[in-house]
């Protein structure tokens, strides 16, 4: 009877070849796995003004309003992405950053001005990949909204912790509330600090730092002017051109510090700043206003020429000392004079 061939048992040889060829394959085709690279879901999208009464490609927003004023406007939000895109939707205040750009504050912040003015339809919305979708906003002030200019935005940013690395997109708001308008710029802690020179007859460098601040109800930037002179207005020395200001809102404050030059060391300074308010309008014209000026003053004493005047008199009291007692020294001594008896 025939019997059916059984494979030959294997060796220990044989066992340890077959695990070692199960391993090599099972590492070849994790190293495959990890070689692919994963499709990275693209992330873009654009706010632009919604096109209507107020017409159309404009950059932002700009309402004048009464108080207890409303109207209706609307924001388009494009996905230029290859998937779903969930923003959320806000309005928020304006400010300047030191660096001196305008900024809007983030979802966290309680909104004040045009952040609690402005109010969305819908908190946040869910644009298909390649399509667009227009979120209407309302601005509604309150009756006893104060007057004068106000900044803040519209912000989108991705509804997800984490989604696209944090960007925001906005655009800004700019907003009048109809009344009197108040433009005014203050300087505050002024300060002149002059450091000296060892040339007795030379001249040194002073720093004169300041704080700008818009004590106003409008929006300003400052054209500045600084000098240093001594007393009765005396050696006046005109620091180079300061640049302006960027655009302070109502409230804001910028710090500034300028170097002036050649500064006669005349006992007590006089530093003074000339801030002229540059208003501009919704047009993007600017108007210069009347200028206003601030000064300090601080002692400026020129201790190196104190110190050779010092030195000099020091010696001039020390060589009539010497003659004096070299005068002294030389005169001959006197004979008393007695008177003879006479008997």
Known sequence: MNRPLRPPAPTAAGSLAQAVVVVLLATLGLLGLGAAPAAAAETSWTVTTASGDFGSGRRNYSYTLNPGGRL??????????????????????????????????????????????????????????????????????PQDAEPGEYMGGIVTEPASAGAADGRRLGIRVRLRVGGELRPSLSVRDLDVRYSGTPNPLGKGDATVTYTIRNTGNAILAARQAVSVSGPFGRWDVQAPAVDDSPQLLPGDTWKVSVPVHGVTPALRLTGTVTLVPLLTDAAGSVAPLAAAESATHAWAPPWALLLVLLVACGLVVAAVAARRRREAGGRPGRVPHRSAAVS
């Open 72 to 141: 209706r406007d609307g924001l388009v939000i494009a996905n230029h992405g290859t998937t779903p895109l969930h923003l959320v939707v806000y309005a928020a205040d304006g400010f300047t950053t030191e660096q001196g750009r305008l900024d809007l504050r983030g979802r966290e912040a309680k909104p004040a001005r045009v952040g609690a003015w402005v109010r969305t339809d819908r908190p946040d919305v869910t644009v298909p990949p390649g399509e667009s979708a227009e979120v209407p906003f309302t601005v509604a002030l």
